[in-house]
């Protein structure tokens, strides 16, 4: 059994809201292993997008411990949790979050930016990451200029282009029709396939249809951790076009 | 983040509001286009004395003999005589800095030429006064030492006698006049000065060999000189301390004791430069305080639209934290961009001033003179301002929290 990449032990979160103490999270433990595609479900509330930010560095838990890639990050400074986000993750959001006016590969270069990578080495890598998402003759466009799936796609590999060993993804189908979102299942099946762990938050059953293991929370809480066999989201798209 | 990307970030980030970006650097651009140009009028007036002052001789200085005192009635300088004819020739070669020494002996007199007569002042020296004073000529030229010696009958005129004496000055050279009824070969024609510093018609005089003066014009009163000293030095500093050497000279040769006062004075025209450079220091000082204040009214301004834009950018900011922007980076960022701004404000107002400057100087002939040092002082401070004004916003900026950030509509 490999060593979990990303290890959450009893995590707590409460927020103060004026005089009134929400408990986000009541104690929830989560070991996720390298390679895993794991989809993070719950209704608005149980406690899945607080989830989502503490496993992305972004916030820190009020009490409890957690592990990435074997380094307790639960308890670093702003400074550390933002080389920590740049060096192993990599984040998707639902409103794709590109810079307006700036093109695909400058969006994609922009963790490398901040990790000092040279400029040519960059736009190297950036341009290699778009290919990988099929967007490589769309260099030079900007978000305006793409349709919401291929917005997406540019998120992604801003997403990968600094070799993340966890790619985040916070509803990243929800702004998308039925079909993109099939197709952006299949690029994350393929970028997992390649080793890459992801953990996806979504309330959608049929996206979750195509992770390999369903976390589901209500209340703070785990109600349920299942492992599947992935719909392979490939056939489902030959499948939509039989259908047409 | 390294520097290069980062200012590419902030101009790019300025360029998308252009207009914007503009008016809000309105205020730092006049601020200090106006100064700029200020300074460059105020700089050239300043010249323009100083190069009035040079004409007449800055580095000089006139020595006088003391007041006299009798029944406790005080006279005016040179009174009583005390300077003696022997200090001259000590003068010259008993100290460092004086470069040129000229006794000044003057008498009103009545001159006759052409049969004309006009009554001048006539003023009995050496050759070296014409370089002491930079005095130049028209026509003809000075007379030299062995006219002093052999107490030659020529004489110099100034152009007002000229003008009085001579229909036309060209005719002067060559020509007999007679001083207090005594003929001169008239020499050389001075070229105009117009105003002496005190008001006087530069002009108005008539120049004799010291010797011939004494001897034909007034009597001597033997050993000591009835009159001034004209003493030259290289520089202004040269002059200054010239004027310590000939004090401590004179002193020491008039035998004074430590608790008797100078019986001579020695003024320089530099002091009266320096009094009419003072006031255009002041107007100097008061336009830096101006430029203080616009320079701030701009920084205000820049500091307000940061905040806008750090409000609006919220989400950027958010999405920069999360792939991995450290709270410095985002920092520095928009120190930059406001630094951008206001030195780009700061350019185009020296720009301004330029432009300003030369169009009055070319337009109404006013001396206008740009210094450098004013130059990068306006575009130093601007860059200055522009971080202290932007480093509120863009530390409100580097706290704010990813997730809200990316929360914020």
């Given at each position: 059994?490999?060593?979990?990449?990303?290890?959450?032990?009893?995590?707590?979160?409460?927020?103060?809201?004026?005089?009134?103490?929400?408990?986000?999270?009541?104690?929830?433990?989560?070991?996720?292993?390298?390679?895993?595609?794991?989809?993070?479900?719950?209704?608005?509330?149980?406690?899945?997008?607080?989830?989502?930010?503490?496993?992305?560095?972004?916030?820190?838990?009020?009490?409890?411990?957690?592990?990435?890639?074997?380094?307790?990050?639960?308890?670093?400074?702003?400074?550390?949790?933002?080389?920590?986000?740049?060096?192993?993750?990599?984040?998707?959001?639902?409103?794709?979050?590109?810079?307006?006016?700036?093109?695909?590969?400058?969006?994609?270069?922009?963790?490398?930016?901040?990790?000092?990578?040279?400029?040519?080495?960059?736009?190297?890598?950036?341009?290699?990451?778009?290919?990988?998402?099929?967007?490589?003759?769309?260099?030079?466009?900007?978000?305006?200029?793409?349709?919401?799936?291929?917005?997406?796609?540019?998120?992604?590999?801003?997403?990968?282009?600094n070799r993340p060993k966890v790619i985040l993804a916070d509803e990243p189908t929800g702004n998308l029709d039925s079909r993109t979102s099939i197709e952006i299942m299949a690029l994350f099946q393929e970028l997992g396939r390649s080793g890459i762990t992801i953990v996806l938050v979504t309330h959608e059953p049929d996206i979750a249809e195509f992770t390999s293991r369903v976390v589901m929370m209500r209340d703070g809480k785990v109600l349920s951790d299942v492992t599947q066999t992935p719909v392979d989201a490939r056939e489902a798209l030959a499948n939509l076009k039989e259908g047409e | 983040m390294n520097l290069f990307s980062t200012f590419r970030v902030a101009v790019l980030a300025l360029l998308l509001n252009k207009m914007r970006s503009f008016l809000t650097v309105l205020g730092i651009i006049i601020g200090v286009g106006s100064v700029i140009a200020m300074v460059a009028i105020g700089e050239g007036a300043k010249a323009e004395v100083q190069r009035a002052f040079d004409k007449m001789g800055t580095n000089l200085l006139v020595i006088r003999s003391g007041s006299a005192q009798t029944s406790?009635?005080?006279?005016?300088?040179?009174?009583?005589?005390?300077?003696?004819?022997t200090d001259v020739d000590a003068i010259r070669k008993e100290t460092l800095y004086v470069t040129k020494v000229a006794p000044s002996l003057r008498q009103n007199v009545q001159i006759l030429g052409e049969g004309k007569n006009w009554t001048t002042s006539a003023e009995g020296t050496t050759p070296e006064y014409f370089e002491i004073r930079n005095w130049t000529f028209q026509y003809g030229g000075p007379f030299n030492e062995q006219d002093v010696t052999t107490k030659a009958k020529v004489a110099v005129l100034g152009g007002t006698v000229v003008d009085n004496l001579f229909g036309n000055p060209a005719d002067a050279v060559g020509a007999t006049v007679r001083i207090n009824n005594v003929p001169f070969e008239v020499i050389g024609v001075l070229a105009r000065k117009g105003q002496s510093a005190n008001g006087m018609d530069a002009d108005d005089v008539v120049m004799v060999p010291a010797g011939t003066f004494a001897a034909k014009v007034q009597g001597g009163l033997r050993q000591y000189l009835g009159g001034s000293i004209y003493v030259g030095a290289a520089t202004p500093d040269d002059t200054r301390r010239a004027q310590a050497e000939i004090t401590a000279l004179l002193r020491a040769r008039h035998k004074l004791r430590d608790d008797e006062p100078d019986d001579f004075t020695v003024s320089s025209l530099a002091e009266a430069a320096s009094a009419r450079q003072e006031g255009t220091e002041t107007m100097t000082r008061l336009l830096a305080g101006i430029a203080l204040v616009s320079l701030l009214v701009g920084g205000i301004g820049i500091m307000n639209i940061m905040l806008v834009s750090v409000t609006e950018r919220t989400r950027e900011i958010g999405l920069r934290m999360a792939i991995g922007a450290r709270p410095g980076d985002i920092l520095v960022q928009f120190v930059i961009e406001a630094v951008v701004l206001a030195s780009v404000g700061g350019l185009l107002g020296v720009a301004l001033g330029f432009g300003v400057a030369t169009y009055l100087s070319n337009e109404f002939g006013w001396a206008t003179k740009i210094d450098p040092q004013i130059v990068a002082l306006a575009l130093g401070s601007s860059a200055l301002v522009g971080v202290g004004f932007g480093l509120y916003p863009a530390h409100k900026a580097s706290r704010l929290d990813p997730i809200q950030a990316l929360r914020y509509e």
């Open positions: 059994m490999t060593e979990p990449i990303l290890e959450a032990t009893d995590l707590v979160k409460t927020y103060k809201m004026e005089d009134v103490e929400v408990r986000a999270l009541r104690g929830v433990s989560l070991a996720v292993r390298p390679g895993e595609f794991v989809s993070i479900m719950g209704t608005s509330g149980s406690g899945k997008s607080t989830m989502m930010n503490i496993l992305g560095c972004l916030d820190r838990p009020t009490s409890g411990s957690y592990k990435l890639a074997g380094r307790e990050v639960s308890k670093l400074g702003r400074g550390d949790l933002a080389t920590v986000r740049n060096k192993v993750l990599g984040f998707v959001f639902q409103s794709f979050n590109l810079l307006a006016r700036t093109s695909a590969q400058e969006n994609v270069e922009l963790p490398m930016v901040y990790a000092g990578v040279g400029a040519a080495d960059r736009r190297e890598r950036a341009i290699a990451a778009l290919e990988k998402v099929g967007l490589g003759k769309r260099l030079d466009h900007t978000p305006a200029q793409l349709s919401g799936g291929q917005q997406q796609r540019v998120a992604i590999a801003r997403a990968i282009v | 406790g009635v005080r006279g005016g300088a040179g009174s009583q005589p005390t300077l003696l004819w």
